[in-house]
T-cell receptor, first 115, second 113 residues
Framework: EADIYQTPRYLVIGTGKKITLECSQT?????MYWYQQDPGMELHLIHY???????EKGDLSSESTVSRIRTEHFPLTLESARPSHTSQYLC??????????????FGEGSRLTVL | KNQVEQSPQSLIILEGKNCTLQ??????????LRWYKQDTGRGPVSLTI?????NTKSNGRYTATLDADTKQSSLHITASQLSDSASYIC????????????FGGGTRVLVKP
């Protein structure tokens, strides 16, 4: 079982609020990712990090920001939430280094609803 | 452009029956292909990985195949159970280090008693 945790699991907030979705892993993985997934749809990469102080934007444009100050922690922040941000956000991590098999270990997800 | 297409989008099967899911990809250079299972409201979990030299791999009642020549993979579920109801996602890795991932849209499977 993967040791990667996301909080909160569910969040309902009003428009304009600032929110931070937390993600922590205890596997020592260098690589961490945030995916956005609408119900019944495919996953879209919005941010990733290959190590401390390294963050990159993913394939899907997102108004969120991320930080990677510690290896085990990769929080995602929305400064001003809007209804269009309503979605499920999945955090994942994978083994470091070249030649890895690329298996992603996912958290349980954070389902965000913005009213 | 790297693409992964899955079919069917959804299917309903009776408990105990078998089914096969398809994944076609145009990803280069190919590194590996994974099948993930995603239960409703949960994160995906890896079922199996296929590398270039592998044709078939089993994980319990799940059997994956890979034809690298035609760039096709399948996931066969044998003697389906209610707990197999989930989305199954095909993910192809590209590049020498397999760092570039392309996700399929998934197949939603519903097993009915």
């Amino acid at each position: 079982e993967a040791d990667i945790y996301q909080t909160p699991r569910y969040l309902v907030i009003g428009t304009g609020k600032k929110i931070t979705l937390e993600c922590s892993q205890t596997m020592g993985h260098d690589k961490m990712y945030w995916y956005q997934q609408d119900p019944g749809m495919e996953l879209h990469l919005i941010h990733y990090s290959y190590g401390v102080n390294s963050t990159e934007k993913g394939d899907l444009s997102s108004e969120s920001t991320v930080s990677r100050i510690r290896t085990e922690h990769f929080p995602l922040t929305l400064e001003s939430a809007r209804p269009s941000h309503t979605s499920q956000y999945l955090c994942a991590s994978s083994y470091p280094g070249t030649g890895d098999t690329g298996e992603l270990f996912f958290g349980e997800g954070s389902r965000l609803t913005v009213l | 452009k790297n693409q992964v297409e899955q079919s069917p989008q959804s299917l309903i099967i009776l408990e105990g029956k078998n089914c096969t899911l398809q994944c076609n990809y145009t990803v280069s250079p190919f590194s590996n292909l994974r099948w993930y299972k995603q239960d409703t409201g949960r994160g995906p979990v890896s079922l199996t990985i296929m590398t270039f030299s592998e044709n078939t791999k089993s994980n319990g009642r799940y059997t994956a195949t890979l034809d690298a020549d035609t760039k096709q993979s399948s996931l066969h579920i044998t003697a389906s159970q209610l707990s197999d109801s989930a989305s199954y996602i095909c993910v192809v890795s590209a590049g020498a280090a397999g760092n570039k991932l392309t996700f399929g849209g998934g197949t939603r499977v519903l097993v009915k008693p």
